[in-house]
């Protein structure tokens, strides 16, 4: 009962914007996902770490239905965005994601013009009543995205001709310009050199201004570095959940300590 | 090692041996008759023009073989048993040159084996060279058949100006019988026989086009995996239909029908319209395009997907916006490398469309197009000095060059966008 009204009072305290419940994921025969139990605090940056295979990209495309895709996949347990059951029937998937965007490994800007990849979101779910509307949008995006002033003259080039780092940072402007209110970044700087991962992990400092941020990353110098809280996955189950300085400097979990510490992964 | 210099042996004998047995059965036949009927006693073939002398020979043949009609003359029946000896002589030297010839590679090839010598290049060399000469038969037989193509229609450019076929609004491919006839003097002017395939091909593509294009959205993004897996090996089946059974589907089915629902309604339909041949040849060209479109959105890559589905876009919206455009250069060399067979496919149009060339682009007239024009010039006998049968392969050189252009179009429009992501 005591234990009950404490967990009541940290979502209180931290303004918890996801809260998953026993969550388990099944890929065909494989149990990916092992009952994770976790809070994901709004305006805050969350990293997932853990070697290879271990489960925390498919978990975090749970976060956003995006598993739905595939077929043979099934999730169950409960995931709660703001005290909404986004697995619930009546929730539109295409809505939700809308809400929740989402920033994939590699680079992905549609063969269309820079403009036209921000604009893609907006258009699709009618944020924009005009031109000049949407005009806005697209430069508040670009500037969220810190890419605003390296492509504003040519806008109508394809996304496509930019460098690597630059078409992460747009696909993150993309995710931005249909206004979620978290953000899924499944390993954003993998494909990226070192300076455009700085500018990258820079971006993401900002953006938790006004974003809760889930990062999946193999760099445990990126969590360090990026984020406030840290998970640790391992073989699909969720060891070790903390305050991102306490798991890198006082692990409670041996098989974190060894994953740190560069033993196991 | 050892078995590159025993793989070069191999390689150094069999390649020549066979290319010198495959010379010697293709000249074998040519040298015997020869020989034969130069052995013929003097004058008997005196006052013979060609075609005489090849049914001497003809009959020597069959004396030889034992199929002797009447009473053959003596001098024949002697060249038949001379024409029997040489063959068997022929076979022997064969035999006796093949073995002579591998005993010589043979020893050539084993004075090669040494330690130092590099076998597998020796290897390499030739097979690449094999490869080589595989690769380039069907080129030299293209340019074979545009050369034999260019000979004609130029014959046929002697004996009918360029601008008459180019220009000319009518085709009646008739020639006077006698010298004297005053009627029939023949009109060849190819667009009303390009109208028509044009006609047809539109029609067929209006069937195909969108009928193959939604099939293969379907398929690709929206489809259960146990309906596609029925659906596709279906479509390809569709596409291993010999056309000739497109034909009587269409002259059988589609045309009959087509005429009674148009005289239903108080239309006047030729039998075998347009529409008919036309849409049939769609339905054909289905698979054609359902399998290249197919293949172009497949070819996009599953990150433009995440990335459409993870910004909020339905299926249906991502198929328009991002998927569709993606793939539409491979669509469109789809769409244009149909066009191209449209208008050469012969059979269902021999069937099921007309033989007069009409002005018209009526889809429910009778119409013909290049390729029937092409088959009925050229059908039963006919002698190859006449603008009538030149007239087929002029028309075989514009198809040619048109199907040509359309697929070179094709091609660039691919290569050009194809790198329009990555």
């Known amino acids: 009962m005591n234990n009950m009204r404490k967990i009541e009072r940290d979502v209180k305290m931290t303004d918890t914007k996801i809260t998953a419940r026993s969550v388990n994921v099944h890929y065909g025969d494989t149990h990916a996902i092992k009952d994770v139990d976790v809070n994901i605090a709004d305006k805050t940056v969350t990293a997932f770490i853990g070697p290879s295979g271990c489960g925390k990209s498919t978990f975090l495309r749970c976060l956003n239905r995006m598993n739905d895709t595939i077929d043979i996949c099934r999730v169950t347990g409960e995931i709660k965005i703001d005290d909404k059951d986004i697995n619930h029937k009546s929730v539109d998937p295409v809505q939700l994601r809308a809400q929740v965007g989402m920033v994939f490994q590699k680079p992905n800007p549609f063969p269309k013009s820079i403009y036209d990849n921000i604009a893609y979101g907006p258009r699709i779910h009618g944020l924009s009543k005009s031109k000049s509307e949407l005009d806005e949008i697209v430069e508040r995006a670009l500037r969220r995205g810190a890419i605003w002033d390296e492509v504003k003259d040519r806008l109508d080039q394809p996304g496509t001709g930019l460098s690597g780092g630059q078409q992460q940072r747009l696909c993150i402007a993309r995710a931005v310009a249909t206004e979620p209110e978290v953000l899924l970044m499944d390993e954003p700087c993998s494909a990226l050199d070192p300076i455009a991962t700085a500018q990258v992990e820079e971006l993401i400092d900002e953006l938790r201004q006004d974003y809760s941020v889930v990062i999946v990353t193999h760099s445990m110098q990126q969590a360090a570095r990026v984020s406030q809280k840290t998970a640790f996955f391992h073989l699909g189950n969720l060891v070790e959940f903390n305050d991102t300085g306490e798991i890198f400097t006082n692990p409670s979990d041996p098989r974190t300590e060894s994953y740190i510490t560069g033993r196991i992964g | ?144 058949i545009i050369a034999s193509l260019s000979y004609e229609t130029w014959r046929f450019f002697e004996r009918v100006p360029v601008a008459e076929f180019l220009f000319g609004l009518n085709w009646e491919p008739q020639i006077p019988l006698r010298e004297d006839q005053i009627a029939a003097k023949g009109a060849f002017g190819w667009l009303p026989v390009i109208l028509g395939t044009i006609v047809i091909t539109v029609v067929a593509l209006v069937v195909a086009v969108p009928v193959g294009l939604f099939s293969a959205i379907y398929l690709n993004e929206f489809a259960p995996k146990r309906l596609r897996s029925i659906v596709k090996p279906v479509l390809e089946i569709l596409a291993g239909v010999p056309t000739v059974v497109y034909g009587f589907f269409a002259i059988l089915v589609v045309a009959p029908a087509i005429r009674s629902f148009g005289q239903s309604i108080g239309l006047d339909v030729a039998p075998n319209t347009a529409l008919a041949a036309g849409g049939v040849m769609g339905i054909m060209l289905i698979p054609f395009i359902s399998s290249f479109a197919d293949d172009a959105l497949s070819a996009v890559p599953q990150a433009m997907r995440d990335g459409a589905l993870g910004l909020g876009s339905t299926r249906g919206e991502m198929m328009t916006t991002v998927l569709f455009p993606a793939a539409l250069p491979g669509i469109v060399g789809g769409v244009l490398l149909a066009v191209s067979r449209a208008i050469g496919e012969t059979m269902i149009v021999v069937m099921a469309a007309g033989l007069i060339a009409k002005m018209t682009i009526n889809p429910l007239d009778s119409v013909t197009t290049v390729t029937v024009q092409i088959v009925t010039l050229l059908i039963g006998d006919t002698s190859f000095d006449n603008p009538k049968t030149l007239a087929a392969f002029a028309l075989g050189m514009m198809l040619f060059l048109v199907t040509l252009m359309i697929n070179i179009l094709a091609l660039r429009i691919v290569r050009k966008y194809r790198e329009a992501y990555d």
């Open chain 2, 1 to 144: 090692m050892t078995s590159y210099h025993g793989m070069f042996s191999a390689l150094l004998i069999l390649v020549p041996v066979l290319t010198f047995i495959l010379l010697w059965i293709a000249l074998q036949g040519p040298v015997v008759d020869r020989i034969t009927m130069a052995g013929l006693p003097e004058g008997v073939l005196d006052g013979l023009d060609s075609g005489g002398v090849q049914l001497v020979l003809a009959e020597i043949k069959s004396v030889s073989r034992g199929q002797i009609f009447g009473t053959p003359e003596d001098w024949k029946i002697a060249a038949a048993g001379r024409y029997v000896i040489l063959h068997d002589r022929a076979d022997w030297w064969l035999f006796a040159a093949v073995t002579i010839l591998s005993l010589a590679l043979l020893a050539f090839a084993r004075s090669r084996v040494a330690a130092d010598f590099r076998a597998r290049q020796g290897v390499e060399g030739i097979v690449s060279g094999l490869m080589i000469f595989c690769s380039t038969v069907a080129i030299f037989t293209t340019i074979g």
